[in-house]
C-alpha cells in the first residue's frame, strides 16, 4: 500500500481517513439502536463499557471491509462497466425490489427482482 491513491494520499493515509469516517457514520447510524440497550445495564460504568466495546468491535469490522472496498473501487476503476452495474443495482434495491432466483436463457444469467415489501 506504498502507493497513491486518487485522493493523493498514501494508503495508510486513506485507510487513516476511512476509519474516520466510518467512526463519525457510526454515531448516528448506530447510536439510536444502542442506547435502549445501554439503559437496561444497571451502572453507568458498565453502560460506557458496554458501548465503547459495541464500537472497538463496529471499527474493527471497518478495518476488514477497507480492503475490499478499496479493491472493489480499483476494479470498478479499471472496468467502467463494474460501476455502471453497480450504479443499476443501487436504482433496484433504491425502488424496493430485491433478488429472487435467477434463469439461464441464451447462455446469460437473467435475475428475477420482486418487490421486498
Known amino acids: 500500500m506504498d ?3 486518487m485522493t493523493g494520499r498514501t494508503g495508510m493515509q486513506a485507510a487513516a ?3 474516520g469516517m466510518w467512526a463519525v457514520m457510526m454515531i448516528p447510524m448506530m447510536l439510536p439502536s444502542l442506547v435502549p440497550a445501554l439503559r437496561q445495564l444497571r451502572t453507568a460504568s ?3 463499557i458496554a458501548g465503547l466495546a459495541y464500537f472497538v468491535v ?3 469490522v471497518g478495518l476488514a471491509v ?3 472496498d478499496t479493491a472493489l473501487s480499483g476494479i470498478a476503476m479499471r ?3 463494474v460501476a455502471g452495474m453497480a450504479i443499476v443495482l ?3 434495491l433504491a425502488q424496493g425490489y430485491g433478488p ?3 434463469e439461464q436463457r441464451d447462455g446469460y444469467r437473467l435475475y428475477r427482482y420482486n418487490p421486498l415489501k
Request: hydrophobic share 60%; net charge negative; charged share 10%.
Open 90 to 92: 443501487d436504482a433496484i
Open 100 to 102: 429472487d432466483g435467477f
Open 79 to 81: 472496468a467502467p462497466i
Open 58 to 60: 463496529w471499527t474493527a
Open 17 to 19: 481517513m476511512f476509519i
Open 46 to 48: 458498565a453502560a460506557a
Open 66 to 68: 477497507y480492503p475490499v
Open 3 to 5: 502507493d497513491i491513491c
